[in-house]
Structure formats: structure tokens, C-alpha cells
């Protein structure tokens, strides 16, 4: 099984609809993160956890919510899907634990398309 | 404004030989800078991180320099392989210490055999 997982891999959805991706992890990592991929935009952060009660906004958070509903899961939710946020979607993991520097583990991607 | 800079065009180069890419940034300070490899349709993989005190860092065919003056990480893939064909990514660590780290573009290498 995968480290990070993240449900659904694909979604087709129409304007307006809310949409909830889910993410979750095996690692024991303490932070978590939400990144999209546009062609040309590269990966952008979108929010970021530090742990269950630490939650901060990336560099394009407008749109979007998240919840931490346990050190292991993050979710990321549109509450009104537009077309510009179709995208390929990231989870990944970093641990602040021993000697790691923040290494980040991705999931596979959830492709969303909002039509 | 900041910006991280990689060659968004691909980078085609003869199996055997070496391969050079180049993540160029401005206006950030960064502590960690991350090189990561990305194949079509999949997650990002972490390669190497080299520290803002470290010259070089090696890891089998994989070197990785960062130039702290001239803003610059050159990563190299010596001996390269078809298998080696895929999307570079280069990660800075924003603010010094707190681990959010932001991506270039990437560069998409292919090794012709």
C-alpha cells in the first residue's frame, strides 16, 4: 500500500458543485500539504499543516478549506467548483523529526476536471 | 518578486553522457534547497537536499552543486540512461527553517539511447 494516499485519483464535476479530496498517510508525519499542478505553473502550495491544530494558508488558497481531521488524514474542499480549478492535485508528508530537512513524500495525484 | 527559474524547455542528450540542469532563483534566502524527479502522471520523488552551507552533494549518479552568491543549484546525472527521462523539479525552502518549501516549473529531461 501507499504511504500517502489520495481518494478520488480522478473526478469529473460541474460548476458550482463541492467537491472534498481526501488524503491520507502511513508515515507518522507531523506535516502535511496540498499542492496543485498546472501546465507551465508548476507545483504551487495551497495550504499547509503543521499538525492537527496548526493550519496555514500557501500561495493560492482562495477557493479552497481544508481540515485536519487527524494527524493522519488531511482533506482539501471546494465549495464551489470553477472551471480554473481544474488541476492535477497533491498530498504530500514531511517529518521535522530526526534528522530529516523536510523531505517531502507526494501521493499519486488527484486529477479534477470541472467543466 | 520571488521567483525559482528552471529551463522549461526539455533537454534532449545522448545516453552515456552528462546531463546538466539548472535552478536559478531570486529575492529568497533559502536554507534547503530539494531536487526532486517527477514521472508523467505520478507524484514528485525526492532525489537529494543539499543545506545553504554545503558546495556539493552526491548521491550515486546524481550531483547536486548550490551557489549561494550566484543564486543558482546545478544538478548533473552522469552516465545517463533512457531510464533517467523525466521531469526535474527544484524545491527552495522559502523561509529559512520552516520547511514550506515552493517549486520551479521543472525541466523536462530525455535520454535518447
Known amino acids: 500500500d501507499a504511504d500517502v494516499t489520495q481518494t478520488p485519483r480522478n473526478r469529473i464535476t460541474k460548476t458550482g458543485k463541492r467537491i472534498m479530496l481526501e488524503c491520507s498517510q502511513t508515515k507518522g508525519h507531523d506535516r502535511m500539504y496540498w499542492y496543485r499542478q498546472d501546465p507551465g505553473l508548476g507545483l504551487r502550495l495551497i495550504y499547509y499543516?503543521?499538525?492537527?491544530?496548526?493550519?496555514n494558508k500557501g500561495e493560492i488558497s482562495d477557493g479552497y478549506s481544508v481540515s485536519r481531521q487527524a494527524q493522519a488524514k488531511f482533506s482539501l474542499s471546494l465549495e464551489s467548483a470553477i472551471p480554473n480549478q481544474t488541476a492535477l492535485y497533491f498530498c504530500?508528508?514531511?517529518?521535522?523529526?530526526?534528522?530529516?530537512?523536510?523531505?517531502?513524500?507526494f501521493g499519486e495525484g488527484s486529477r479534477l476536471t470541472v467543466l | 518578486s520571488q521567483k525559482i527559474e528552471q529551463n522549461s524547455e526539455a533537454l534532449n542528450i545522448q545516453e552515456g553522457k552528462t546531463a546538466t540542469l539548472t535552478c536559478n532563483y531570486t529575492?529568497?534566502?533559502?536554507?534547503?534547497l530539494q531536487w526532486y524527479r517527477q514521472d508523467p502522471g505520478r507524484g514528485p520523488v525526492f532525489l537529494l537536499l543539499i543545506r545553504e552551507n554545503e558546495k556539493e552533494k552526491r548521491k550515486e549518479r546524481l550531483k547536486v552543486t548550490f551557489d549561494t552568491t550566484l543564486k543558482q543549484s546545478l544538478f548533473h546525472i552522469t552516465a545517463s540512461q533512457p531510464a533517467d527521462s523525466a521531469t526535474y523539479l527544484c524545491a527552495l525552502d522559502r523561509n529559512s527553517g520552516t520547511y514550506k518549501y515552493i517549486f520551479g516549473t521543472g525541466t523536462r529531461l530525455k535520454v535518447l539511447a
Open positions: 499543516s503543521f499538525d492537527v491544530k496548526d493550519i
Open positions: 529575492n529568497y534566502s533559502p536554507a534547503y
Open positions: 504530500a508528508t514531511s517529518s521535522t523529526h530526526g534528522r530529516g530537512s523536510g523531505e517531502l513524500f
